[in-house]
């Protein structure tokens, strides 16, 4: 048996998984943390897990992530339960370590967890068809729906300003002054674009100290492959990958939809002219976000969800704008001037959403 292996028959043998293990095979196309399928021979039949090495080059605090994770299932799973739906299926499940904590911390300080698999689902990596995208909005809008009276301010903030768009501005500044590379003087054009809109910086965070945006439970990663589809019924189930799991806007988890999902080009496009908010793509985001949320959103919250969309794209352009000028030390890059790329089609977005925004708006009023 090879250290790997040792290692995982360590971690199975600590988790509370019934009958006898059958099958273990590396699982998925997650590019965090490692996954495998678990499959046990039981008196009641075949039972399927999934079993996941936390990613620790990430994730700095394991055990309040896991607390986090915790808090919101076990509250999903009421909800769901009130409802009258199938708990195993549409929320994840945690199966405990033997000594009845939510993790396993291995002998080669890795900690590990296990899910209920999520059995008659499936999980598709690329938008294929318009339809998928509408399901990824009804999912995470419903997730933001049942999640809504949940007290958002007792979750950890796993990673600390993740969505501050102001906090982000003066780390961006930061690397403009450093100029590490000496790249300020050739992209003056860049750097102006964002100074020419602070306001967007700020406009969030000033809404959410007047108490006019309420702190929630926001996800983080709404990508399609962090949500399970019924494979009978083609409808989303359940939204998994609650890793990121923070307190938030509503508006952050809708807007960074929008601007990875509602754009015509790649992040990375070198043909600005490709690149636009599809508002066809849009306007289904948004039927499906607000019709998942079933009411749960207050008006400002309605209000601001093109601005969040504005204000996410800025954010993220910024951030690659940045990287750029710090020599790409956090984004992995595969060209000469990669993150200037990225950056570059984030601020035709921005560009493009703020001669938008009048009928962005009166979309969200079709919905609202
Ligand atoms: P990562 O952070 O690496 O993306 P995820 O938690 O998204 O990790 O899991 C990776 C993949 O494993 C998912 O995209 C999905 O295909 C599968 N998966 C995760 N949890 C479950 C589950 N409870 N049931 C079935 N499949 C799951
Ligand atoms: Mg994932
Ligand atoms: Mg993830």
């Known amino acids: 048996m ?5 290692i995982r028959r ?14 273990e095979i590396p699982y998925g196309s997650g590019h965090i943390n490692d996954t495998f399928r678990l499959v046990f021979e039981t008196e ?7 079993l996941q090495r936390m990613n620790k080059s990430i994730f700095h ?5 896991m607390e986090n994770i915790v808090g919101v299932t076990s509250w999903l799973r009421k909800k769901i339960l009130e409802n009258s739906g199938d708990a195993d299926r549409e929320t994840l499940n945690i199966v405990s370590a033997g ?11 890795d900690y590990w967890r296990a899910y209920l698999f999520i059995e008659g689902a499936s999980c598709y990596d690329k938008v294929e068809k318009k339809e998928d995208f509408y399901q990824s909005a009804v999912a995470f809008g419903h997730f933001q729906g049942l999640l809504a009276d949940y007290p958002a301010e007792t979750l950890h903030e796993t990673i600390v300003n993740f969505h501050n768009t102001a906090s982000r501005l003066d780390d961006f500044k930061a690397a403009v002054q ?18 020419e809109r602070e306001h967007l910086a700020y406009v969030l965070g000033e809404m959410q100290a007047e108490k006019k945006l309420p702190l929630r439970v926001t996800h983080n990663d709404t990508k399609l492959n962090n949500i399970m589809i019924d494979d009978k019924t083609g409808k989303a189930i359940c939204v998994i990958d609650l890793d990121t799991v923070m307190p938030g806007l509503a508006v952050n988890d809708f807007g960074d939809s929008i601007r990875f999902g509602a754009s015509t080009a790649d992040e990375d496009e070198r043909d600005l002219a490709k ?20 009411g749960s959103l207050t008006d400002e ?9 504005m204000v996410m794209t800025y954010e993220c352009g910024m951030r690659f704008l940045a990287d750029h000028l710090d020599g790409d030390v956090y984004f992995k890059t595969h060209r000469e001037g990669h993150n200037l790329d990225r950056c570059r089609t984030q601020f035709k977005l921005v560009a493009d959403m703020e001669k938008k925004l009048s009928a962005m708006n009166a979309i969200v009023d079709k919905y609202r």
């Not at 605090?61 to 992530?65: D, F, G, N």
């Not at 450093?178 to 100074?195: K, N, S, T, W």
């Not at 066809?280 to 998942?292: D, I, M, N, Q, R």
């Open 2 to 6: 090879s250290g790997e292996e040792l």
């Open 10 to 23: 360590e971690v199975i043998e600590n988790f509370t998984f019934p009958g006898k293990l059958v099958e």
């Open 44 to 50: 009641q039949g075949r039972k399927r897990y999934i």
């Open 61 to 65: 605090k394991p055990v309040e992530l």
């Open 99 to 109: 000594d009845g904590r939510p993790y396993y911390l291995d002998s080669a300080g």
């Open 178 to 195: 450093r100029d590490a590379c000496g790249h300020a003087g050739d992209v003056q054009r860049e750097i102006r674009f964002v100074l």
């Open 275 to 294: 690149v636009s908010c599809d508002m066809e793509l849009f306007e289904l985001y948004t039927k499906g976000f607000v019709e998942g949320c079933a």
């Open 301 to 309: 919250e309605l209000d601001m969800l093109p601005i969040g969309a």
